[in-house]
């Protein structure tokens, strides 16, 4: 059976959300990593609109990281990353609409004319304040475990935090800074983040994931 191959570019948060589901849910791909500026034309004719990821399998061709997430946790999902609430869903639909509208504002400057850098801070903060007060006393978003709210909205939260580091770190969001690190320490993390080579027409397939992470 043909395996299904992800395009990814390993540093695109899109692409690191669907990585995780990839991985949580144990189902082998081929990936082929891109570099953005370079993109072959096997890509492009897979998905003309050239961002990452993008998924071709049995013949279908999934384009959206969170579509992506589910059709990979609604066949194998076991770490219940779909059980959680309703609420979950309103988060991750802030946290790809106006916390990385402010954070794509705040991250890339040089793209959008007269930017307010405290008032795009003070949008996104909003956000992780809302998600510190769910983190108060517990290391995920609705419990002891993660769900599919927290590996969607993870890689963009480690995105803004790096932006500037040590401003992030002098904010009072324990909890998201905990939640962060944790996260970033992570066995997990680590797996989905391994370097590989740029993909070229011929090359051996990579499969991913190597092996499950904890």
Not at 36 to 65: H, M, Y
Not at 80 to 93: K, Q, R
Not at 179 to 199: N, V
Request: net charge neutral.
């Amino acid at each position: 059976m043909t395996r299904p191959i992800l395009w990814s570019f390993r540093r695109c948060p899109y692409a690191m959300r669907a990585r995780l589901a990839v991985q949580s849910a144990g189902i082998t791909v081929e990936l082929r990593e891109i570099l953005l500026r370079d993109k072959p034309a096997e890509f492009l004719q897979a998905s003309p609109k050239g961002t990452v990821p993008v998924l071709q399998a049995d013949g279908r061709v999934i384009e959206e990281s969170l579509d992506l997430m589910l059709w990979a946790l609604n066949q194998n999902d076991p770490e219940d990353w779909l059980a959680m609430p309703g609420h979950g869903y309103d988060l991750i639909e802030e946290a790809d609409g106006p916390f990385k509208s402010a954070l794509d504002r705040y991250k890339y400057t040089s793209r959008h004319v007269d930017v307010d850098i405290g008032a795009e801070q003070h949008k996104a903060g909003l956000f992780l304040h809302q998600l510190d007060r769910s983190l108060k006393d517990r290391a995920f978003l609705f419990g002891d475990r993660p769900r599919l709210a927290d590996m969607a909205i993870l890689p963009f939260v480690r995105q803004f935090a790096h932006v500037d580091l040590d401003w992030f770190n002098a904010q009072p969001w324990p909890g998201v800074s905990s939640w962060l690190a944790d996260f970033k320490s992570s066995d997990r993390f680590g797996a989905i983040m391994k370097k590989h080579p740029q993909w070229q027409p011929g090359q051996a397939p990579v499969a991913f994931p190597e092996r499950r992470a904890a």
